[in-house]
Each structure stands twice: as C-alpha cells, then as structure tokens.
C-alpha cells in the first residue's frame, strides 16, 4: 500500500472530501506544470495488465500543441486527496503516464493515459545488441535509462538486485528483456522472471522491480462487512492453474544447465495439493488414497537462470501466482486510494467470514468514494 498516514486512511471510510489535481510534463518529468482544471479522470490499476497503471483524463486550460500538451512527449500525473476532519489535505499519487490519445476539446483535451511501462515498451532496440554479463541492477537500470532518462529504478525487499545475469542477446523487445521475453528458441531472456520477480512502473511512475505477490505477504487493508458496500461476487475458476512447475536454465552456450528443479503445492490442506511427491514418487497418493490429488504441470526455462538456488525462487514465484487464481472476489468498498495492484487484504464477505485476498485490480473515478476491487485467492479459504 502508498505511503497514508493513519489519519487519512480513518477518513477514507467517513465523511471525507476528495479533492484532485493533475500535472503534465514535457521533460520527462523533471519539471511540471500544475493542470489549471482537471475535470475528471479515472485510474485503473491492474496487477494483470502489461501496464500497472492506466487511465483518462479531462483537461482544461491547458495549452495544446508542440509546446503544450500532446501525444508525443507530454506525460500526466494524476493525485487524488483526502481530506478529513481536522486535517490538511493528504494527497495520494495514483499514477504518471505518458499520453496515449489526444482528443481536442472546447476548454483543453481528453486524453487516454498508459504508465511508464508504454515508453519503455515502444523504444525497441533499432538493432540486436548482446548485454551482460552483469548484474541484474547494472543492466536494467541502463535499459530503462535509455527510454526514461533520469528516472530512478526501484528494488523492493525481496528482490535481490546484484543477482548476476549472463550475457544474452536482446532481439529488440526492450521491454521483454526486462520482464519476461523469449527468445527465438522459446526460452524465457526476462530479467525479473528470472529472479522470480516482477517489474511495473508504480503509482510515482518510477519502474519497480518487486517480489511475486504472495498470500503470506503482510495484510495491508482489512474491510469489514460494513466497509463493503455491496454484496461480494465470488467466482472460481481452473483456467490457468499450475501445481507443478518444472524450471531450467540453459545459457545455450555448452555450459552446464541447470535444473531441472521442481516446485509444488505440497500442503496437504489445499485443493491443489500435488502430493508428497509428485515427481519422484507419483503413485504415492494412490497408494495413501489420496484420491483427490491432480497434476496441472507446466515448465520454464530462461537462460538467465545460473543456478540452483535462482531456480528454486523463480518456481517459488510462479507457484504462488499460478496456484493463486482460482477463487477471485469483486466487491465495491470504500475508496482507498493508497491501495496498490498485488496487495494482500482481508475482507469480511459475509458477517464474521474473513477471506484474504490478492487484490488484481482497483479502479476508481478520482473524488469518488467508492472503488470496484477483483481480487484473488487459493482454493483453500483463510478465515480469520
């Protein structure tokens, strides 16, 4: 969750006023002009989208053109306040963006908005050109640098960023080689894929490189019953359930490979369960009657993979995120706009039933004071 003080944060569920504002950049966000009127906007943070943060905006008062706003340099950022009794105005950012469309208006424009990630996802290499060996702190920072000068790059706890990467050919795809790109060969060149991480432009516009969210991750949020302001939809679904990850490393170079290693849902308390061991011993819950127990196996390979230790966090990561799709939840609370893509909350679906959940999306209108969540969670309920 954005930094909210406890203040704030109590105020989002009473009688607080929203203010908003925006501002705009030509420079690439060294300097910035305060937006005269922003008229309206909606934010649409989603964890599963390749940009964190998107959006629109209505501006008014702004100039147009070369020198103003447009779509080819100009970047927005937007804030949303919260004001609440006997306290200044805290205000949330809720993303920078680069401008996608422009449309004209009487009083300004109306822009669709994408996140940071767009820039570095459209400056494709002109030319193949081989990095590394490095480490994976040295080599993004300069990939990112080229399509964001003098935009810092953050490492959250968890991620380990001298995490040294071989040499490896990037085609064109920038952006792939940063998150998780393939090869002509098929085999993955992402570096946070192959540290079992993610990377994202957050709510600051500064690209993040972050642990894989997990449901042991720290509750950020919890909602009461009442805090929900409708009834909660829960659906569940298979699409896409792994319980058994198989994950290699082959530089491709004659060098060892490494792996494969094998990770999977080993808690017997869980719908996905795998068994004991579903790799060295399959017929063991036949044997203990486990009848229960189904394999959904898939592999990954990358050749930024060096070793066994690495394997076994990038397997670690992808369990947790495919293990962690099967029961999802919509509700509408009360607008948070501190509340971040891959945060872990627990909600009160029904009085005294407490699930936690990953949330995936949370997109609200700036100044409203509610706020649509889709979150996810294992098939095996917590309640607290």
């Known amino acids: 969750m954005l930094p909210i003080s406890g203040q704030a944060l109590a105020a989002v569920a009473g009688a607080a006023r929203r ?5 705009w950049s030509n420079d690439g966000g060294q300097s ?7 008229v309206g906007a909606e934010v649409r943070p989603d964890r599963t989208a390749e940009c964190r943060y998107s959006g629109t905006a209505a501006l008014a008062g702004v100039p147009l053109g070369p020198s103003g706003v447009n779509s080819v340099v100009t970047q927005v950022r937007l804030w949303q306040g919260i004001k609440g009794p006997r306290m200044d105005v805290e205000w949330i950012p809720a993303g920078v963006y680069v401008v996608d469309r422009l449309t004209r208006t009487r009083h300004g424009a109306e822009v669709e908005l994408l996140g940071r990630e767009d820039a570095i996802r459209s400056a494709d290499l002109p030319a193949p050109r081989m990095v590394g060996p490095d480490s994976a702190q040295a080599l993004a920072e300069v990939l990112i640098g080229e399509a964001l000068p003098g935009v810092p790059v953050a490492w959250r706890p968890g991620v380990t960023a001298g995490t040294p990467v071989p040499a490896f050919v990037i085609e064109e795809d920038r952006w792939g080689a940063l998150s998780g790109g393939l090869d002509t060969s098929g085999v993955g060149t992402g570096i946070a894929a192959a540290m079992g991480a993610e990377v994202y432009a957050d709510a600051r516009g500064i690209p993040t490189f972050a642990p894989v969210p997990t449901l042991a991750d720290p509750v950020v949020w919890r909602i009461p019953y009442g805090l929900a302001l409708v009834q909660p939809a829960e659906q569940e679904t298979s699409e896409g359930l792994v319980n058994l990850w198989a994950i290699s490393g082959d530089g491709g170079d004659g060098g060892a490979a490494i792996g494969p290693v094998y990770v999977w849902d080993d808690d017997p308390g869980s719908l996905t369960y795998a068994g004991p061991d579903p790799v060295g011993d399959p017929l063991a819950p036949q044997r203990e009657g486990l009848t229960g127990v189904r394999i959904r196996a898939a592999r990954y ?3 930024l993979i060096t070793d066994i230790a690495q394997a076994q966090e990038v397997g670690r990561a992808r369990l947790a995120d495919s293990l962690g799709i099967q029961a999802s939840l919509s509700f509408t609370s009360a607008c948070n706009p501190a509340l971040e893509a891959g945060d872990v909350v627990e909600v009160e679906v029904r009085p005294g039933e407490w699930q936690r ?10 100044g409203a004071a509610s706020m649509s969540c889709t979150t996810r969670t294992t098939a095996r309920r917590l309640a607290i």
Do not use: F, G, K, N
Not at 19 to 23: L, S
Not at 357 to 366: M, R, V, W
């Open 19 to 23: 203010p908003i504002r925006a501002d």
């Open 32 to 38: 910035w002009v305060p937006v005269p009127t922003l």
């Open 301 to 303: 390979a990358s050749a």
């Open 357 to 366: 959940h990953i949330i995936d999306s949370c997109p609200y209108q700036l």
